[in-house]
């Protein structure tokens, strides 16, 4: 089965060793995390995590089990690319002598939509927002002017149609102690997705 | 603010021991040490409400839990310091683990301002167990404990059971805070134990096996763990299917009931192993599709439709794709499928079980069993242990040959009752779970088998039973060997023995040192009169029987191979 990139978003509680625990269950099938960022999530003391990892869909789908199964996660999505709206954020050094000499820079700064973050004598600080593509093409014109430093953060995404899970958390809240909101909405559309 | 809720002062040491008498907790296995003192104290004052074993080595208690788990029911209770005790459980938990059995494991650990200092016996133990327990937590702060033991019990006993650790610092074992009692818990709001059932599935399920012409149930443990034994047995009279058990469901069905058509598995019976490829509709019950009862999976029934009821959504189109997935607790399921399902009787097919088994009987149960000459072998000890206990015994065994030899033929009418360590395999085990199992059933005759290696790996809990008196009928299957490593040299490393010739002690010597009666036995002739006086004996006792050296364990799936591939002989591998 064809290995392609997925974004997982995991939804936790704070709970400290969590976020090895989750890597644990990558590393022990040996699966490569291509990125992970841990952020605050649109409900108070719950986190959000998102992963990427080149996997078939069958692997993924093995793995959301599993990470649905520890205690501390309440829900975990695994979408593809078109599935999701996604981000990656850049920051670049360089000399700022080189940045005054030249005249394109700024055309180009434009161009990729970055922004100047600091302005010292020694050096200037740029941002840019946008996917891997975006960022690796600056990167590599940046590069040219003497590049000093250079850092890309983790993917961060938005589901296409998720409703994020304000409502869930609510309803299972309300709904103390259960009914559960574990549905198998992988068995109504199995062939879809499993195959050996 | 008002406080409406009275509270006392108390340590984290007490609000722990009031916890667990609160959780029902009667029998605590563990061992002291630093930085677990301040409850060892607390403990000082409550043996007569928590009854503790001091085990001999750290893992014994693990195991001991372990064992009592299976047998009771309940959830097992160990104590240990931190450090090298807490490592010392950790194959005990990793055991847990994969038996899905409920234990919660209270660690000691240094001071919290000591914490990642390397300071006299710290170890990361959370991290060390976070991918063998199904939670674990590290409390800093006694006004912790009450809430986390809750939720540990809760976590513990619940859905899909296992083992949890909780890592106590010692400053949160010693301090005060303003107890306002024992919740208990029964809802964590990122938890799911169970899922919810869908009547659709449990529908398409039952149309399958009331369509089905050759239908086959598998089923495994989790009908244990969910108690879900006298509706499991409703399920099979009434829908009339040939039901044959996983290592770890044995029991569930008593070894004499008609539709129970043996085990599964490497070693399992033959006929099950063959006609799962022959069956047209599969019912998995509460069971994992492990590598040991499937073989290659590629060979795995393809010919059939396969339903899979289980509680454990992970678990379901893992390793083997099924056609009707019903999830869910199969205490509430399966009583729903019983309904649907039409009242048969699948004689022609059951038939086929029965000529098969028939096959294996002769060409290798008899000769096993009832043997005329030559030394005496495993399976004949079992025949007269079975005509000794008539299947009413706890049986647990160790691992390798002679745990086979145990689960194939032990007689047993009862559930809970076979203990052992089916995921894990782990030698050792034995001892100290049949510990364990007579603290669960005190007043039941607990077997402990294990073989001549697995003998010695935790043998320092004859000591245990020396201080307390578990009474325990310890058999000793002694080939000479590492048997089951033996056996695969013999057949898949042209018989090139290498280090699995062992050498052992006099064990009834060794148990007499223990004060424990002991005997040895070499002769058929002795046999039985040594297992009636060893069942005469009113305390532990410790038999060890010679047993002939190369014996294989047949019939046999070898690895890589399909289940319908069994081999009843060497010379047909
Ligand atoms: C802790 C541990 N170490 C090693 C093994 C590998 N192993 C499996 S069966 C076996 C041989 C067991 O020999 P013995 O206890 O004499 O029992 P027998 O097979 O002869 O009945 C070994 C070494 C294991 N399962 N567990």
Excluded at chain 2, 45 to 51: A, P
Excluded at chain 2, 239 to 266: C, D, E, R, Y
Aim: hydrophobic share 40%; charged share 25%.
């Amino acid at each position: 089965m064809q290995k392609i990139e997925h974004t997982l978003t995991i939804y936790t509680e704070n709970q400290i060793g969590l976020a090895s625990k989750i890597a644990g269950l990558f590393s022990r099938r040996k699966i490569n995390l291509e990125c992970l960022n841990i952020s605050p999530s649109e409900i108070e003391k719950i986190f959000r995590f998102t992963l990427v990892v080149i996997e078939s869909e069958a692997v993924m789908k093995n793995l959301v089990r599993q990470l649905e199964k520890l205690v501390d996660v309440f829900i975990v999505y695994s979408n593809t690319n078109e599935e999701i709206i996604w981000q990656k954020m850049a920051l670049f050094k360089v000399p700022t002598q080189n940045i005054i000499k030249n005249a394109k820079v700024e055309r180009l700064l434009r161009e990729f939509g970055a922004n100047t973050v600091v302005i010292r004598d020694d050096y200037t600080i740029f941002e840019t927002v946008g996917q891997d593509s975006d960022i690796n093409k600056l990167l590599k014109e940046l590069d040219k002017y003497g590049l000093i430093e250079f850092v890309k953060s983790s993917r961060i995404a938005i589901i296409k149609n998720s409703e994020g899970i304000h409502k869930k958390v609510m309803d299972m809240e309300k709904n103390h102690p259960i009914p559960d909101p574990i549905v198998n909405e992988y068995l109504d559309k199995k062939n879809l997705i499993f195959d050996l | 603010m008002a406080n409406t809720k009275t509270s006392v002062r108390a340590s984290g040491s007490l609000a722990l021991l009031d916890a667990l008498v609160k959780e029902n907790v009667d029998t605590i296995f563990g061992y002291p040490g630093g930085a677990i003192m301040p409850i060892y104290d607390a403990l000082y004052d409550h043996t007569q409400k928590l009854n503790h074993i001091l085990v001999r080595h750290e893992q014994g208690a693990i195991h001991a839990a372990d064992g009592y788990a299976r047998v009771s029911g309940k959830t097992g209770v160990v104590f240990a310091t931190s450090g090298p005790a807490a490592t010392n459980l950790v194959t005990g938990i990793a055991n847990a683990m994969i038996d899905s059995i409920p234990i919660v494991c209270i660690v000691g650990q240094v001071y919290a301002q000591l914490l990642g200092t390397d300071a006299f016996q710290e170890t990361d133990i959370l991290n060390i167990t976070s991918p063998i327990t199904k939670w674990n937590y590290q409390v800093t702060d006694p006004s912790e404990i009450p809430d986390v033991v809750a939720k540990a019990f809760y976590i513990a006993g619940s859905g899909r059971p296992g083992p949890v650790l909780i890592d106590i610092t010692k400053n949160a074992q010693i301090d005060e805070f303003d107890y306002t009692g024992y919740q208990p818990v029964n809802y964590i709001r990122s938890y799911r134990p169970k899922p919810i059932v869908r009547p659709e599935y449990i529908e398409q399920a039952a149309q399958l096996i009331n369509g089905a012409k050759r239908p086959f149930v598998l089923y495994g443990q989790g009908i244990i763990l969910g108690n879900a034994e006298k509706e499991f047995q409703e399920f099979v009279n009434k829908s009339g299917i040939p039901s044959a058990w996983t290592l770890l469901g044995k029991g569930v069905l008593p070894t004499k009931h008609p539709l129970n058509v043996g085990m599964l598995g490497m070693h399992g019976n033959y006929a099950p192993n063959v006609l799962t490829n022959e069956c047209d509709v599969l019912i998995a019950v509460g069971m994992r599709f492990d590598d040991r009862i499937t073989g290659r999976l590629d060979k795995y029934a393809k010919q059939a439709k396969i339903i899979h009821l289980d509680i454990d959504p992970s678990e379901i189109d893992k390793n083997v794709k099924t056609e009707v997935s019903v999830w869910g607790d199969v205490k509430e399921t399966l009583p729903l499928l019983t309904q649907l399902v039409e009242k048969k009787t699948h004689s022609e097919w059951l038939k086929q079980f029965k000529e098969l088994n028939q096959k294996e009987y002769d060409v290798i149960i008899k000769p096993e069993m009832h043997p005329t000459e030559g030394e005496i072998t495993m399976g004949e000890v079992m025949a007269v242990i079975n005509e000794l206990t008539q299947g009413e015994a706890v049986y647990v065994s160790d691992v390798g040959q002679h745990q086979m030899v145990v689960c194939r033929y032990a007689e047993q009418n009862h559930t809970r009752s076979n203990v052992t360590s089916g995921g894990l395999g782990t030698m050792g085990f034995g001892l100290p779970a049949a510990i364990g199992a007579h603290y669960a059933a005190p007043h039941r005759t607990v077997f402990a088998f294990m073989g001549d290696g697995g003998a010695q790996m935790n043998i320092q809990e004859l000591g245990t039973i020396l201080q307390y008196g578990a009474k325990v009928k310890i058999i000793v299957l002694n080939n000479n060997y590492l048997g089951m490593v033996r056996q695969w040299q013999q057949l898949f490393n042209d018989s090139r023995y290498s280090f699995t010739d062992i050498k052992s002690p006099d064990f009834a010597k060794v148990a007499e040192a223990y004060n424990i009666k002991g005997q040895r036995v070499f002769d058929r002739a002795d046999l039985k009169p040594a297992i009636e006086a060893m069942l005469a004996h009113p305390e532990t006792y410790l038999l060890e029987i010679k047993v002939r050296k190369d014996d294989n364990v047949f019939p046999m799936v070898p690895q890589g191979k399909g289940v319908s591939e069994i081999v009843l002989r060497a010379e047909d591998i």
